[in-house]
């Protein structure tokens, strides 16, 4: 008897709640038939805390940005309501007790991304427009916080490391299979892989580095275990899929960083000491400094533009036309802004999330491109580091360049620390180190950190290597 009135009150409750979607659509009032939704993602959230945080990495290369339906305010579903839930959730539970691992607090990652807020939030009261720049901070608090501060707890249990990454990697795939059906219907046309992967992403850029970011993970999902037959050909056509998807993105910043994750991965696994390294670089900016001149002229005679009809040598190759190409002239016009305006502000900046209203009017006539506005509507600074040291100051751009140092660092000590006899986690630290070079050698000259689609995955794997690390401490530890 119970049973049938438990039954019975899920289907009037189900038809009730049709009936009443179809009354919100027919008075065009459709987005309140997610309220049902969000209590259920609050109840999951509260219940199910770890898997709602699991849940992410799947939900961010598949979410949609509400402004393009909107129209007034931009805001991703289903990943920023669950982050602020959390973050709002993992606060109170931190003041009734502790939410997070205190390790955390001594981590070098941990230190430099708290600078980091720290600054913006210093940088957010000098703001030449403190609303918008409280906003962008209150945003990166909700990117990072839940993340990064309480990833550790997650991550500590290992096995949870792979479920993120696998998560993660059927998410993009599920997105590009939608992308590559949808740009096929074109003829793989280079205008219109400019926007089809449009409502999971907004441009072909933004695509393009979340590509080139699971690339590594694919291949690190493959060799870090022998697997039977039937999972070897899942993951190679789950490879397949991805390759296709960075070529056809026609994207030249992701393929070459995909080339320079490869280049990491040389580096690593050769043992090439820091100091070969670091020797390496002084000489190699000290022959581009000598050389700027013949290497002007010479970038000046390539004409190559990024076309569809050319080879992927020839597509990279137009990466250093900065003569013809209107998308490197604009960057470069961007750049050029970005440094006009730490020489009026060098020790605060603008102000966080500024940069678009601001940089008109440092733009140089000469510099301008077809598709530069005068009215600086085009967006932000097109670099991780730049838009920073626009925005907020030479401490903004040291603030990111610590928190890249700190990532690296630790990731890479972490590889080399960790038990060779365990290869799957090891293989997968590896993955989740290559991933992040291509995100940030991409980030030099694009910057996606104030999206889902680069923050979640780029603290999630902070909030690994600082678990891991834990875990590997905590190992040492027991052993003596």
């Known amino acids: 008897m119970q049973t049938f009135r438990s039954h019975t009150f899920i289907v009037l409750a189900s038809l009730a709640y049709i009936l009443l979607s179809c009354y919100l659509v027919w008075i065009d009032q459709a987005y309140l038939t997610l309220a049902p939704v969000g209590l259920l993602a609050m109840y999951c959230a509260i219940t199910y805390t770890q898997w709602t945080y699991l849940a992410l990495a799947l939900f961010t290369p598949l979410s949609i940005n509400i402004e393009e339906y909107t129209e007034s305010f931009g805001l991703f579903i289903p990943t920023e309501p669950i982050l602020f839930g959390l973050l709002i959730l993992m606060l109170l539970r931190h003041i009734q007790s502790r939410a997070f691992e205190k390790e955390i607090w001594s981590h070098p990652i941990v230190w430099a991304v708290s600078f980091y807020l720290f600054w ?53 795939v599920v997105a590009i299979i939608y992308t590559l059906i949808v740009h096929a219907s ?44 039937l999972m070897q050909l899942t993951i ?74 050319e080879g992927l040598s020839e597509r990279l190759q137009s990466a250093t036309n900065i003569t013809t190409d209107a998308s490197n002239l604009e960057r470069l016009n961007r750049w050029s802004c970005a440094i006009e305006m730490f020489k009026e502000r060098p020790v605060f900046g603008f102000g966080p999330g500024t940069y678009a209203f601001e940089y008109a009017r440092f733009q140089d006539p ?26 907020m100051g030479f401490m903004g ?51 996606f950190l104030d999206t889902d689609k ?15 690390e834990i875990v590997l401490k905590r190992k040492s530890i027991k052993a003596h």
């Open 120 to 172: 913006i939030f210093i940088t957010s009261i000098t703001s030449q427009y403190p609303m918008a720049s409280f906003k962008f901070f209150l945003t990166k608090l909700w990117f990072i916080i839940p993340v990064l501060f309480y990833g550790p707890s997650v991550f500590k249990q290992t096995k949870h490391v792979k479920t993120f990454i696998w998560l993660l990697t059927i998410g993009m």
């Open 397 to 447: 751009m040291i603030a990111m360049i610590l928190i890249v140092i700190a990532i690296f660092y630790k990731g890479i000590t972490l590889y080399l620390k960790w038990p060779s006899e365990d290869r799957e986690m090891r293989t997968l630290i590896l993955s989740m180190i290559l991933a992040l070079v291509t995100y940030f050698v991409h980030g030099i000259i694009n910057n």
């Open 186 to 229: 074109y003829n793989f046309g280079e205008k219109e892989g400019h926007w089809v992967m449009w409502p999971f992403f907004k441009d072909h850029t933004i695509y393009g580095a979340a590509v080139a970011f699971v690339t590594p993970l694919i291949f690190g999902l493959y060799f870090m275990k022998k697997h039977g037959p």
């Open 236 to 309: 190679i056509c789950l490879a397949v899929v991805v390759l296709l998807g960075l070529y056809f993105s026609y994207t030249r910043a992701a393929q070459l960083s995909v080339v320079a994750a490869l280049g990491v991965l040389a580096i690593i696994k050769l043992k090439i000491k820091f100091k070969w390294l670091a020797s390496g670089a002084v000489l190699l900016v000290v022959f581009l400094y000598l050389s700027k001149d013949a290497i002007q002229m010479e970038l000046e005679q390539n004409k190559i533009e990024h076309t569809t009809k």
């Open 366 to 391: 000469e510099n301008l491109t077809i598709i530069s506005t005068n009215f600086g509507d085009g967006g932000n600074a097109h670099s991780e580091f730049l838009g920073p040291l626009a925005e």
């Open 454 to 468: 680069a923050a979640i995955p780029i603290w999630g794997f902070c909030a690994a290597f600082i678990a891991l």
